[in-house]
């Protein structure tokens, strides 16, 4: 037996659910990405807010590269369970915002449609770092583009400027600096080369506010999946899996309508620079260093390798002595208490969150996660000594081909092979001169990062 809307009443009596129908209700946002990170996530805060009464707030997911979600949740028609667990326990409950899934390279004209319609509000994105095309100094990859929601995102919003439609909100909830503003500089360069008549109503009508979200989310495996059947007495190859914690700060900056988001635990601010910074630096640069230093020495899981005193020692230093000085924290935001959270949220076993997961992307993800805050430290005169550990432990990752999920691996590797680290230092950290002057603090870290990784 697999969930469905006939199967729900099978469900046992104590997995929560949401009491909406369903069925009535129009599409309110269409999601790019929709991951296990977006159903744990926003479709969550979504699903509540319908609960509570909210009406029209229904999600359609669209992948861009992967069939995968769409045969898992389109034959139970969108719907799946989420477990929050902490320690020895665990929650689940049925969530019910995903209307469907749409597999972007078959179904152009259906995303196109759905985010031309008048009901659609919001068009979010959690595509990953990789997703954006970007490449260094906020210069959009035209090439990379093209593969990704750039050509779809252009072609509707210019049917709703031809149809007389207001704008919408492009909601990014990926782990970039400034991910809002990120979005409308590179959206804006894909208008400029490819549909220059639509910039100015782009700038006009759409808003592009920044978000910190905040959630871990292991990828699903088959032994969450057997657990989670013999739970609730049948399968659900679209369930996720989280942790209890859950934080997102918005930017208050929309177009049009928003779910009332804000009643279900998200906040709502004038700027989220401080949140995002110290998300990035700490939680994010923690959990690269103990992923690529965690694999080096062995481990397969977060929780396994912070429980090794020498790694749960660097954690503590790159959060609280490398990245924490370079935050100025927000009213009321204390990152010493941000920092001990995170150390109990790493250690939780119940997690079983997987280094290799974290360890892929590491060319999109470690200027913002590293070398930013090796930029700023540096600067106030501070010494690095984690993060430096990390880039080594980086680098001794990319040398083993085994284990690289990289966009940038063949280049990595021939790098490598030709001129060493040095050269992927630079080849992935500086770009080319054009970039260097774009990233000015870069140049200079070069040769200090070579001194510092050198020779471990
Ligand atoms: C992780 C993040 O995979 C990764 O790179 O660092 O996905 C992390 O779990 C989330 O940002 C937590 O909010």
């Not at 861009?64 to 719907?79: D, F, I, K």
């Not at 284990?403 to 001129?419: G, M, S």
Request: proline share 5%.
């Amino acid at each position: 037996m697999r969930l469905n809307s006939q199967t729900i009443a099978r469900l046992p009596a104590d997995i929560a659910r949401f009491a909406y129908d369903r069925t009535g209700q129009s599409i309110g946002i269409v999601h790019f990405g929709i991951g296990a990170f977006h159903r744990a996530h926003m479709a969550s805060y979504t699903d509540l807010a319908m609960n509570a009464g909210e009406r029209d707030w229904m999600i359609s997911g669209v992948s861009l590269r992967s069939r995968s979600v769409a045969e898992r949740l389109n034959p139970q028609e969108g719907l799946f369970t989420l477990t929050e667990r902490a320690g020895d326990n665990a929650s689940t409950r049925l969530v019910g915002s995903v209307a469907e899934v749409l597999y972007a390279p078959d179904q152009a004209d259906e995303v196109i449609s759905r985010i031309a319609d008048p009901a659609c509000q919001i068009v979010s994105f959690t595509v990953t770092e990789k997703g954006y095309a970007r490449r260094e100094g906020n210069l959009l990859n035209l090439q990379l583009a093209e593969a990704s929601f750039y050509p779809l995102l252009s072609s509707a919003l210019e049917r709703r400027r031809k149809k007389g439609l207001p704008g919408v909100t492009l909601l990014s909830c990926d782990n970039l600096p400034d991910n809002g503003r990120v979005l409308r500089t590179l959206f804006a360069q894909w208008l400029a080369a490819r549909n220059p008549d639509m910039i100015e109503w782009f700038q006009a009508h759409c808003s592009v506010p920044s978000t910190m979200i905040d959630r871990i989310v292991p990828r699903t495996d088959e032994q969450d999946l057997a657990w989670l059947e013999g739970l609730i007495g049948m399968q659900d190859p679209g369930a996720v899996f989280t942790e209890r914690f859950s934080q997102w700060v918005i930017e208050d900056d929309f177009a049009g309508r928003r779910p009332a988001w804000e009643n279900h635990g998200a906040q709502l601010v004038e700027d989220v620079r401080s949140y995002e910074t110290a998300k990035l630096r700490m939680l994010n640069g923690a959990h690269s260093m103990i992923a690529y230093c965690g694999l080096q020495a062995g481990y397969e899981f977060v929780h396994e390798a912070v429980a090794d005193p020498i790694l749960r020692r660097k954690a503590e230093r790159l959060m609280r002595e490398e990245a924490l000085p370079t935050i100025s924290p927000a009213e009321g935001q204390d990152l010493e208490a941000y920092a001990d959270t995170l150390m109990e949220r790493f250690a939780d076993p119940a997690l079983r969150h997987r280094l290799s997961q974290i360890a892929m992307d590491g060319t999109q993800k470690i200027p913002q996660r590293w070398l930013d805050t090796l930029v700023d430290l540096e600067e106030a005169g501070g010494v690095p000594e984690a993060i430096p550990t990390g880039i080594d432990a980086w680098l001794w990752h990319i040398e083993d081909r085994r284990f690289v999920d990289d966009p940038r691996k063949v280049e990595l590797h021939e790098a490598l092979l030709q001129d060493g680290r040095e050269a992927v230092l630079s080849l992935c950290f500086l770009g080319h001169n054009a970039n260097a002057a774009i990233w000015p603090g870069y140049t200079e870290l070069l040769p200090r990062l070579v001194m510092l990784t050198d020779g471990r």
